[in-house]
């Protein structure tokens, strides 16, 4: 609270979604653990094939959160939401694990 009462810009809340890369030697090997992390619930999960035939399988989650705090210095929140956002990002990074 103390640094966005001293803050003269903007200041965001944002809680990253967790993003795993996996090399994959076959396709196979790609849709086989696309399949499964679809199905544990990282939805945005994919596959990518480079130029070089590299098979790439991200998986991907939609845990993301990102909310303004201040405008040109000026708070736009209270402490009680900051607080709220903090226990959103940890539940978030919890479903993460």
Same mark, same amino acid.
């Given at each position: $609270?103390? +640094?966005l /009462?001293?803050a003269?810009?903007? +200041?965001? #809340?944002? #809680? &990253?979604?967790? @993003?795993?890369?996996?090399?994959?030697? &076959?396709?196979?090997?790609? *849709?086989?653990?696309?399949?499964? +992390?679809?199905?544990?619930?990282? !939805?945005?999960?994919? @596959?990518?094939?480079? !130029?070089? =035939?590299?098979?790439?399988?991200?998986? !991907?989650s939609?845990? =993301? %959160?990102?909310?303004? %705090?201040?405008?040109? =210095? !000026? %708070? $736009?929140?209270?402490? /009680?939401?900051? &607080? #709220? %956002?903090?226990?959103?990002?940890? *539940?978030? $990074?919890?479903?993460? $694990?």
């Amino acid at each position: $609270m103390t +640094a966005l /009462e001293k803050a003269t810009g903007d +200041a965001v #809340f944002k #809680f &990253e979604p967790f @993003i795993l890369h996996v090399l994959c030697q &076959e396709l196979q090997d790609a *849709q086989l653990l696309h399949s499964v +992390a679809v199905d544990s619930g990282f !939805r945005n999960s994919g @596959i990518t094939v480079g !130029r070089g =035939g590299k098979i790439t399988m991200a998986v !991907r989650s939609t845990h =993301g %959160l990102e909310v303004p %705090l201040s405008h040109k =210095g !000026r %708070l $736009m929140v209270s402490e /009680e939401y900051i &607080e #709220f %956002l903090v226990h959103i990002a940890n *539940q978030k $990074m919890e479903e993460n $694990m």
